[in-house]
């Protein structure tokens, strides 16, 4: 089924302490649309980039199927640009630079043969963004799945409640949980999301794992434990765009399925931290691919005798 | 199987956001060994108090069929007292009041009759302690699991080392891995750990679940999802005590085996967090601790389609 994808699409600077990078091709949507392009072929991506944004980089999503139609390119302006720095423990980490550029004023255009997607994945973006996107859709896709992060929750965040009210799944970290409902059990937290809007909620964790949350019923798939991480940017994203993919390619947005779109979204970003920005997601085989899924079913399976 | 545990028996006051408790029982050897009760009824408890410590609260052990023959009562002595209040979030806390008490000189002397247990539980204690406990004994049992933390790390490492490598199973926390090993990847930490001495390895996560290392075998199991964490004092210990219960209970200690018994552990300390004290693990039924064990189950079970 088709999947529209929208986010950020951008300059990454990225240092740990195993060392750092250039200028190198990083952003929301770009995460999401590599992870998902693993998953499924019908992928269209809307976004806005600079005139400095290497014609390579656009090259290699289309090498991956995903077609930048609605990818503005504008003249003589330049490509939103993040760079920051990871501290030891990998969890936290400081901003060094933002510079919106493009974004600051991004209106996200569907061209008319993009305007019906089955599957609406929205990156991370300013959440009045994120809404005028859905408006302008020429029909309610079958499921829409929604990206945030605190920075709105602390300027935007009566934007944020509207968009919250047009979308099917919210996936935030743990805190982003707490702050959005002002509940610190998790359990609660949920609770309080689903009143305002989305039917489904997705806790990432990090190295802790991820939860889905829909009505009464809840599921808890645990992180893959690695000898190191190497570079987390874009693990949330590659995580959504694994889970989207999943969905998109299987047509099936059961609870069940969800659970199986979870461990696919793990699996990718268990991948992603492995190497700096997207360089590991670019060439997983099925093989890889299928081995890690197993590795996360044996990780926690344990057989009682009840 | 027989089982042996060792630890404080103490008196506890508590704060938490939720209210506040007089002096009540506490300790670790008496959170293990009500747990552990739930499994198997061959226990048996070395300890000490001072003549303040109610024999209502020894006749509460013995109801739950512990042996408290090993409990020595010390006269003119006061019981080891702890006092703690917990913040906001329940994962940190600081320690109010640490009165020693009995606990300063205690010599854990090992009556004949309990010189040869199948199962031995080290709950936390001075490492010396711990190992004269060890060498007391008229025969290696076929188990020996050990609890330490932090405090242990700080005064006594090299005590610790000692008694490490005479032990089978450590339990420990996520931070006291990175301490004690020096390594932050928990992967690696454990390795590290397992030249150290014990050939298992218990990480718990609190909230986030527990982890068990054993050669290249890894095994995760999730924290239960609850609505209120009331009080966390004795968790830890708790878990051990299913988890020691359970193995004792069965005579079993392959790998597939500590995984039932993690979860148990896991069961047993989710009842635990959700009253002050020891309160709500006096008195679980049979019903009440299958229909948790399952929740964990169903909690992150998921059906790959490979």
């Known amino acids: 089924m088709s999947l529209l994808v929208t986010g950020t699409v951008a300059f990454d600077a990225i240092e740990t302490p195993f060392g750092k990078t250039d200028k190198i091709i990083g952003g929301a949507a770009t995460y999401i649309s590599l992870a998902a392009s693993y998953f499924t072929k019908d992928i269209s991506l809307i976004g806005v980039v600079g005139d400095d944004f290497p014609s390579a980089y656009i090259q290699l999503l289309n090498d991956k199927g995903i077609n930048t139609e ?3 390119i504008k003249e003589n302006e330049k490509s939103f640009f993040w760079s920051g720095r990871y501290f030891n423990d990998m969890n936290s980490r400081e901003t060094l630079i933002t510079e919106l550029n493009v974004l600051s004023d991004f209106d996200p255009i569907v061209p008319q043969e993009l305007s ?10 300013a959440p009045i963004v994120q809404s005028m996107l859905i408006n302008r859709l020429s029909k309610r896709p079958k499921l829409i799945v929604m990206d945030t992060m605190n920075f709105w929750m602390d300027i935007a965040m009566d934007d944020l409640k509207t968009t919250l009210k047009m979308v099917d799944v919210l996936t935030i970290n743990d805190e982003e949980a707490r702050q959005l409902s002002g509940k610190y059990s998790l359990v609660k937290a949920a609770k309080k999301i689903s009143e305002m809007g989305p039917q489904f909620l997705i806790i990432k964790k990090g190295e802790h794992g991820a939860l889905l949350f829909h ?6 798939a645990p992180a893959m434990l690695l000898e190191d991480v190497f570079d987390p940017t874009g693990a949330g994203d590659t995580f959504a765009g694994g889970f989207i993919g999943w969905l998109a390619k299987t047509g099936d947005i059961s609870f069940e399925n969800m659970k199986r779109a979870i461990i696919y979204g793990s699996a990718m970003a268990s991948f992603c931290v492995e190497k700096f920005g997207t360089e590991n997601i670019l060439s997983i085989s099925q093989e890889q691919l299928n081995a890690r899924v197993k590795a996360f079913q044996t990780l926690s399976s344990v057989e009682m005798k009840l």
Chains 1, 2 share one sequence.
Do not use: A, H, R, W
């Not at 019906?116 to 973006?125: E, K």
């Open 215 to 220: 009505k009464d019923q809840v599921f808890f």
């Open 116 to 125: 019906s997607p089955d599957f609406l994945m929205l990156g991370n973006l």
């Open 70 to 72: 609605g990818l503005q």
